[in-house]
């Protein structure tokens, strides 16, 4: 029996699934960094190598029938990084295809199970990514926390932190993000609140999670709130339109999938992106499968295996 599998590799952690032809999910792991520009190669290879004896589960599902590996790992846009990774992965299982491709692929085909399309991340960070049925790539953005992540969890709590200290000086809106922000750091002044940002070893940590409290203004009304997620939205629709313009012709049906934090409040962001697109031939799709699920899918699509629906709703049974 041939074997296929998915990797979803990040800065933080690497995911894999492991699976037969038909979609049946026989072993799933989670193993440390794989993002060559955070970690060198011989923990690179360490990390692949603990994911794939998980995966063996003691000889229950033996590597040696893996066929197709689909890894999409951050980082491996950089042409250097995807080699090194094609050759760890290839060392480490010689009987297989192996295929690198950047993260946000996966995130992609977690949504259009393998077509084109535009995936929209916003979490920490923000980026926008998206191949056409040319096979042709591009990204927007993706810059980081310096120079852009503009519409990322980051933008939109910095954002929050910004109009609330503005509220302070009188050179701003009134909004309960001020108190709000108070109680979230058990502070009672400004200078107090900025000192607990400020002294925190990665402020970036400390200001993205700030976005739910903008999201829980904006279920209260409040003004300020609304303008923060607007603005949000509309960098988010620059980015998409950007890109589309870009990989596809004007008139072309194209689906948007949209992954991360900044999402998850379907009521919200969703429907104000919704709005902006109006009159574009764009579909949003929030993703009914994790990212190491769209690798599968891209191990599948390597093989020239066609992805039913049976399949899918094995794959969505099994994980």
């Known amino acids: 029996m041939a074997y296929y599998i998915g990797i979803d590799g990040g800065g933080t952690k690497t ?17 440390g960094a794989s993002n060559p520009n955070a970690v060198g190669e011989q923990e690179l290879s360490q990390v692949f190598q603990t994911l794939f004896l998980k995966l063996d589960n003691e000889g229950k599902t033996p590597l040696k029938n893996v066929k197709w590996v689909y890894a999409g790992i951050a980082g491996s846009a950089n042409p250097a990084n995807r080699t090194l990774l094609e050759s760890i992965l290839s060392k480490l299982l010689p009987h297989a295809t192996v295929f690198v491709e950047p993260d946000a692929v996966c995130a992609l085909y977690s949504g259009t199970y393998g077509g084109a399309g535009i995936v929209q991340i916003a979490g920490t960070g923000s980026i926008t990514y998206g191949m056409n049925e040319a096979g042709d790539q591009g990204r927007v953005g993706g810059w980081g926390y310096l120079f852009g992540d503009e519409g990322s969890g980051y933008a939109i709590g910095r ?5 609330a200290l503005k509220s302070v000086d009188g050179r701003g809106e009134p909004t309960i993000l001020l ?9 009672s002044q400004a200078q107090e609140l900025i000192k607990k940002v400020y002294n925190a070893k990665q402020p970036k940590t400390i200001i993205a999670p700030l976005s739910r409290i903008v999201f829980q203004a904006y279920g209260q009304e409040d003004v300020v709130a609304q303008a923060i997620l607007q603005q949000a939205a509309k960098d988010i629709t620059s980015q998409i339109m950007a890109l589309y313009r870009t990989l596809f012709t004007g008139d072309e049906k194209t689906e948007v999938v949209l992954c991360g934090g900044v999402f998850q409040e379907k009521a ?8 902006y697109l109006e009159n574009i031939p764009l579909t949003l799709v929030q993703p009914e499968f994790p990212p190491v699920a769209g690798s599968l899918i891209g191990a599948y699509k390597q093989a020239t295996i066609q992805v039913s629906r049976n399949m899918l709703e094995q794959i969505k049974n099994t994980q």
């Open 15 to 31: 995911n894999a699934v492991l699976a037969d032809e038909k979609g049946n999910i026989l072993s799933q792991a989670i193993s």
């Open 179 to 187: 108190e709000m922000l108070y109680e979230h750091f058990q502070v």
């Open 268 to 275: 919200v962001m969703p429907v104000l992106l919704k709005n």
């Open 159 to 163: 954002a929050g932190v910004t109009e």
